[in-house]
């Protein structure tokens, strides 16, 4: 059972395009945190959202966690191949506890 | 860099032997998870380590198993390897003090290979 379902799986766009990628679950989260892997690599932390509703942002990248805390979205503006790789988001029930991943998206941007 | 460092990155072993994955933690960090993320997936949790002890536990049978040392640096041990063991075994350190926001540092991995 996955408790953390990630919408698309896959992902393949133009650059200069935008893209949402979402993230939902029928459990709150104390936190949640999106992460970007790269082939033979260990997952990078992109940002981590803490209140309902929030939204952070990261240069292009738009983040927001739902006002239940039980969903959040990643949106790319103007995508680069640079941003290509796998994007995983992952929640927390409790501080200091184990991280419930979804099962990724994998984006591939192209020139 | 996160300094979070394992080894080997890379091994292969056949079905039935045992394993030993090492993981030196980030600088400070006293709480060690490990994650087996299989190809396609995203990592899945196996267990947590906080000072030595074991401080939470994935669904994973009995032979996965651990420790963690004084110096916070941890091992990951699997017993009887199956095919369905090969994997990215991850492992993340934490800063003490946990918080909702606490940020886990991944090390790069360990590619297992079971023939």
């Known amino acids: 059972t996955q408790l953390l379902e990630q919408s698309p799986q896959f992902l393949s766009i133009q650059e200069g395009e935008n893209l949402t990628v979402y993230c939902n679950s029928s459990?709150?989260?104390?936190?949640l945190q999106w992460y970007r892997q790269e082939p033979g690599e260990g997952p990078v932390l992109l940002v981590t959202?803490?209140?309902?509703?929030e939204v952070k942002k990261l240069k292009r990248l738009t983040f927001q966690f739902g006002d239940a805390r039980k969903d959040s979205s990643l949106h790319i503006t103007a995508a680069q191949p640079g941003d290509t790789g796998l994007y995983l988001c992952?929640?927390?029930?409790?501080?200091?506890?184990?991280?419930?991943f979804g099962q990724g998206t994998e984006l591939s941007v192209k020139p | 860099e996160t300094g979070v460092t394992q080894s080997p990155t890379h091994l292969i072993k056949t079905r039935g032997q045992q394993v030993t994955l090492r993981c030196s933690s980030q600088?400070?960090?006293?709480?060690v998870s490990w994650y087996q993320q299989a190809l396609g997936q995203g990592p899945q949790f196996i267990f947590q380590?906080?000072?030595?002890?074991?401080?939470g536990r994935g669904n994973f049978p009995p032979r996965f198993s651990g420790l963690q040392f004084p110096n916070y640096s941890s091992e990951l041990n699997v017993n009887a390897l199956e095919l369905d063991d090969s994997a990215l075994y991850l492992c993340?350190?934490?800063?003490?003090?946990?918080?909702?926001?606490?940020?886990?540092?991944f090390g790069q991995g360990t590619r297992l290979t079971v023939v």
């Open positions: 993340a350190s934490s800063l003490p003090g946990g918080g909702s926001n606490t940020e886990a540092f």
């Open positions: 459990s709150v989260f104390s936190s």
């Open positions: 959202v803490v209140t309902g509703g």
């Open positions: 992952a929640g927390r029930y409790n501080q200091g506890g184990k991280l419930i």
């Open positions: 600088s400070g960090h006293n709480t």
């Open positions: 380590y906080y000072r030595e002890e074991e401080n």
